[in-house]
């Protein structure tokens, strides 16, 4: 069949094209639905730009709270200072995910490289880091701030 | 020529003439949507990450994304460019963009622009952090410069008429003002000026649909599969995404709409259904594309108003399901003289045979 498409008129050109039509839509397909095993299973975002997407998957429920998350590092002097992007020159969501996942991990190697960023951003050294989260509450007057709950430190490995 | 019927099928679904127009705005929406952002915040990545920022982070952050690495391979696995060389891409890749969105030396310019947006965009992702927005996008480009669409509404379309013309001239003699009666035939498809079609320009068009369904599919089973049931459509989801992203991004107006939640259980049934239908879109007729695009539309604006979550990219590639050529032939048709009888007959439910005349005014 391939070879008696490839003998007519811009036949091959057209099996070309399919080619690429077949492996286009072969990848995207994987990707987006997540199909693979063992070595295929290639999460995203390696396959980039083939990719799935379950942005805003997980349900919420009832009882679910917008908590607000902030970064506070305190500094060599004993001062605690919220750290945003800004502070580490730093696209947001690169420092939100790198930082607040090296918290959460409780990675302290890790977080010494934001510290050495912020020293030398802000001329300040941090020996800890923590995230702080504030519940939004959703009332008829309007959104609603509650108390503030203060996170666990995890202190910065020694460079 | 003994082609099976799949080969047949596949054939006339992919490659049947179709007008190079629609391949051609395709281009310019696309293109321009890319160039558009380029301009706006000077990186491709459509969103904030800007070069000397990306460059002043720490080494160890650094993990190069596999399509990167086919890129940079040349000069190193894990090469990491600096600021001065991807100030230099972007300026290459604005100028390649340029001329693909104005059609000189389309598919060179468009090749090149795809792969200066992959880098630029891939090296973007490669420390720690990555977006969906314009992964659909660079697919697209490179789509687009396979096919022919620089065949119409560019400038390599009028330097070949011009071309064409001088020919013609030289061939059936030197008035200039000597009527044309012979014309070169296309080797494919049909050469009428901006309505040409090619067997070609489908595919591409098709294949972009395509892409669409997969990545709403995506979606949708992302909200419903997984044991996950109809939960997603219960309301509180997507009042707490729309508080959550309004207080984030100063959103009143998502604020302002959490407060509705039977509205936002609608809301989700519509987002859910639309995302699992949206092949409806390619495979169904005329109106019903109209409606999922003009509701995919309002979808996505909403949720950038709400949420900040800008699908503009997404919204761009509708152009690709959209029939610009019969847009445009209706638009371009004089008025259609008809005749119409002073009187019209109007038949009566029921078969009788009788009918009821009426005055057309």
């Known amino acids: ?159 | 020529m003994n082609l099976s019927a799949p080969a047949v099928a596949w054939n006339r679904y992919w490659f049947s003439p179709a007008p190079l127009l629609n391949l051609a705005v395709c281009r310019l929406v696309t293109v321009g949507l890319v160039l558009g952002f380029w301009y706006r915040v000077r990186v491709p990545s459509f969103g904030s990450e800007r070069f000397d920022q990306l460059a002043g982070l720490p080494d160890e952050l650094y993990n190069p994304l596999p399509a990167l690495h086919l890129l940079i391979w040349p000069v190193d696995w894990s090469y990491r460019p600096p600021v001065e060389v991807l100030e230099a891409l972007l300026w290459i890749g604005f100028v390649a963009g340029a001329l693909a969105l104005v059609g000189l030396a389309t598919n060179l310019s468009l090749a090149l622009f795809t792969l200066v947006s992959m880098f630029l965009q891939t090296h973007a992702y490669s420390y720690g952090n990555y977006h969906h927005i314009s992964a659909l996008i660079l697919i697209a480009l490179g789509i687009l410069a396979l096919s022919p669409c620089g065949r119409v509404l560019s400038v390599d379309a009028l330097w070949r008429t011009r071309r064409r013309r001088r020919r013609r001239r030289t061939r059936d003699g030197p008035s200039r003002d000597a009527p044309v009666h012979r014309r070169e035939a296309p080797p494919e498809g049909t050469s009428d000026g901006i309505f040409a079609t090619s067997p070609y320009a489908r595919w591409p068009l098709r294949l972009i649909g395509w892409l669409l369904v997969l990545a709403y599919l995506s979606a949708a089973v992302s909200k419903v599969g997984g044991g996950r049931g109809l939960d997603w459509m219960n309301g509180y989801t997507l009042q707490h995404y729309m508080l959550q992203d309004g207080v984030r991004w100063d959103r009143p107006l998502g604020i302002w709409l959490s407060q509705f939640h039977e509205l936002l259980v609608g809301l989700s049934w519509l987002t859910v259904v639309f995302e699992a239908t949206f092949v409806l879109a390619l495979l169904g007729p005329l109106w019903l594309t109209a409606a999922y695009l003009l509701t995919g539309v309002g979808l996505h604006l909403g949720i950038y108003v709400t949420m900040k979550a800008p699908f503009f990219g997404f919204m761009a590639l509708y152009s690709a399901l959209v029939p610009w050529e019969r847009i445009l032939r209706s638009l371009r048709r004089p008025p259609a003289i008809t005749v119409v009888p002073e009187t019209v007959p109007i038949a009566v439910p029921g078969g009788a045979p009788e009918a009821r005349e009426e005055k057309v005014t």
């Open chain 1, 1 to 159: 069949m391939i070879q008696s498409e490839a003998r007519s008129p811009g036949g091959l050109a057209r099996l070309a094209v399919s080619g690429v039509i077949v492996v286009v839509l072969a990848l995207q397909t994987l990707a987006a639905l997540r199909i693979g095993v063992g070595p295929f299973a290639v999460p995203p975002p390696y396959t980039y730009p083939f990719l799935n997407y379950p942005m805003y998957q997980n349900p919420h429920y009832a009882d679910s709270v917008v908590e607000i998350e902030r970064i506070v590092a305190t500094l060599s002097d004993g001062v605690e200072r919220p750290v945003e992007a800004a502070d580490l020159d730093m696209p947001f969501w690169i420092f939100r995910r790198q930082l607040l996942a090296a918290v959460s991990a409780r990675d302290s190697v890790r977080l010494a490289l934001f510290a050495d960023l912020l020293e030398r951003r802000r001329d300040v050294r941090a020996v800890s880091f923590r995230i702080d989260a504030q519940p939004v509450y959703l009332e008829e007057a309007g959104v609603r701030y509650g108390a503030e709950r203060r996170g666990d430190p995890v202190p910065v490995a020694a460079r």
